[in-house]
């Protein structure tokens, strides 16, 4: 395990939640492995009130949680379980190196949240079937863009040996079919149906989703209501989801099926 001088977990190695988890069991460790009693005592109670500021149930399930759980806690349960795991080591801690380790672990968290690596306890789950989907491209972006780009590299070949089929064949009938009248011709000519691309959402609590299938940084941001209408943007991407732009400006993409055409 790497260090820190005095052998402490580097938070700052941890490249997504389960990892940082991982830290944090080892800084316990590190600790001592204090009982969650002793933790709970050593972190004092919550501000203007008796309720404990690092409850044993708390470190408990932030401890269990299975592998695959990209939730971390919120900044406050990090601060609390970082100082206790110090003063446990050493009740004669510095303040300045406990500020210090504090911010640390506090600001790693806080990446790993940013650069879509984990979520928030509060924040809302991907509602889409294809979750696991999305969160192994959010971890796995440069392979999930290279094979992104060979599945279209495939699709574009078979579009153009399919056009050489198909153009093949149609000079085929061109030369042994009569011409079309040149009213018929006008008249097929304006027969085509523009694309739609005013939609509805037909469904309660539709959330907008980023470039990656994953959810907005802000939740208030992401949800539309039943019954608001949106505009596509842009085609769907490997989910299936599409980009559209929501009444009130706001950018992101949903899954279709959940969108009734309004053209």
């Given at each position: 395990?790497?260090?820190?001088?005095?052998?402490?977990?580097?938070?700052?190695?941890?490249?997504n939640?389960?990892?940082?988890?991982?830290?944090?069991?080892?800084?316990?460790?590190?600790?001592?492995?204090?009982?969650?009693?002793?933790?709970?005592?050593?972190?004092?109670?919550?501000?203007?009130?008796?309720?404990?500021?690092?409850?044993?149930?708390?470190?408990?399930?932030?401890?269990?949680?299975?592998?695959?759980?990209?939730r971390?806690?919120?900044?406050?349960?990090?601060?609390?379980?970082?100082?206790?795991?110090?003063?446990?080591?050493?009740?004669?801690?510095?303040?300045?190196?406990?500020?210090?380790?504090?911010?640390?672990?506090?600001?790693?968290?806080?990446?790993?949240?940013?650069?879509?690596?984990?979520?928030?306890?509060?924040?809302?789950?991907?509602?889409?079937?294809?979750?696991?989907?999305?969160?192994?491209?959010?971890?796995h972006?440069?392979?999930?863009?290279?094979?992104?780009?060979?599945?279209?590299?495939?699709?574009?070949?078979?579009?153009?040996?399919?056009?050489?089929?198909?153009?093949?064949?149609?000079?085929?009938?061109?030369?042994?079919?009569?011409?079309m009248?040149?009213?018929?011709?006008a008249?097929s000519?304006?027969?085509?149906?523009?694309?739609?691309?005013?939609?509805?959402?037909?469904?309660?609590?539709?959330?907008?989703?980023?470039?990656?299938?994953?959810?907005?940084?802000?939740?208030?941001?992401?949800?539309?209501?039943?019954g608001?209408?949106?505009?596509?943007?842009?085609?769907?991407?490997?989910?299936?989801?599409?980009e559209?732009?929501?009444?009130?400006?706001?950018?992101?993409?949903?899954?279709?099926?959940?969108?009734?055409?309004?053209?």
């Open positions: 395990m790497s260090g820190q001088g005095d052998g402490r977990p580097n938070p700052t190695e941890a490249r939640a389960h990892q940082f988890r991982e830290k944090l069991k080892a800084l316990r460790g590190w600790a001592g492995q204090p009982s969650l009693r002793k933790m709970e005592k050593l972190a004092g109670s919550r501000a203007n009130s008796t309720t404990p500021a690092l409850s044993k149930s708390t470190v408990g399930q932030l401890l269990n949680r299975k592998e695959d759980d990209d971390l806690p919120n900044k406050e349960i990090v601060a609390n379980f970082v100082r206790a795991c110090m003063l446990c080591r050493d009740g004669n801690t510095a303040q300045e190196l406990l500020t210090h380790e504090v911010e640390q672990w506090v600001s790693v968290r806080g990446t790993l949240v940013d650069a879509g690596k984990a979520r928030l306890e509060d924040e809302p789950p991907p509602q889409e079937s294809g979750n696991p989907l999305a969160r192994w491209i959010r971890q972006k440069g392979l999930a863009w290279a094979s992104a780009g060979l599945l279209a590299l495939f699709i574009v070949a078979g579009v153009f040996v399919a056009g050489l089929m198909f153009s093949g064949r149609g000079a085929e009938k061109a030369g042994s079919s009569t011409s009248p040149a009213d018929n011709r008249a000519s304006n027969a085509s149906v523009p694309a739609c691309d005013s939609y509805e959402v037909r469904a309660q609590d539709l959330w907008l989703r980023d470039e990656y299938g994953g959810p907005m940084k802000d939740p208030a941001h992401g949800q539309l209501r039943q608001q209408r949106v505009t596509v943007q842009r085609e769907a991407n490997g989910l299936g989801q599409i559209v732009k929501a009444d009130d400006g706001r950018v992101g993409r949903v899954d279709p099926r959940y969108l009734e055409p309004k053209c």
